[in-house]
């Protein structure tokens, strides 16, 4: 089978750690070889990006800027990383990816979705996941959830209003590509949650005859 490119998304506190701990042991079980890695990030310079994103400042940050350090850091890692894992036949677990960015910067911060489009064109050459679990939460339960784990990053200390949006953005998405997606219901019982994603894995890349 030719090495897939999987992303997952959702808004904070949908669980994506221990989610994605779920997809890895799903690909060690199926004997497949992978990369976990995450965005912005997954490289040096790319992670160095990250901190700039979401360091707290006192400095406003322009969203324009924003969005084109977003993808400064999505060059950096699609090219030295994701691009050449894949045409080694690595598969590609990766912790956010595009979406976030029409979710967050399109829909949350009301950037332009064409030149969110223009920019995706230009750095990503025709790549895109081959699946996008996306993990749907209320976003008052999520941010519950991520307030326990301590200290807030530029990010997370935004309105509920902003993540609202945010969400509306990921289901715009999916409403616009559905064969792509899987959504997964992150509010139910961890159990649960598994199972839908198990099947979603299994539905997407059945075993080969
Ligand atoms: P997280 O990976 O811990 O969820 O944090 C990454 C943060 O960066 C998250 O709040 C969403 C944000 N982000 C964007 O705003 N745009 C993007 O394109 C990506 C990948 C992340």
Redesign the pocket.
Known sequence: MKAKFITVEGT?GVG?TTNIEFIKTWLQSREIEFIAT????GTPLAEEV?DC??RNREELVDSTA?LLL?FAA?AQHINTLIRPALERGIWVLC????D??F???GA?RGLDKNLITLLENEVQKGLHPDLTLYLDIDIELGLERASLRGEF?R??KEQVSFFEKVREGYKERVAQNPSRYAVIEAGQALQEVQIDIKQALEKWFPLEK
Do not use: H, W
């Open positions: 904070e994506k995450r965005e912005p990030g990250r994103l979401l924003e977003v999505r912790d956010r990816f595009t976030a960015t979710a967050y910067q949350g990053d990010f997370e």
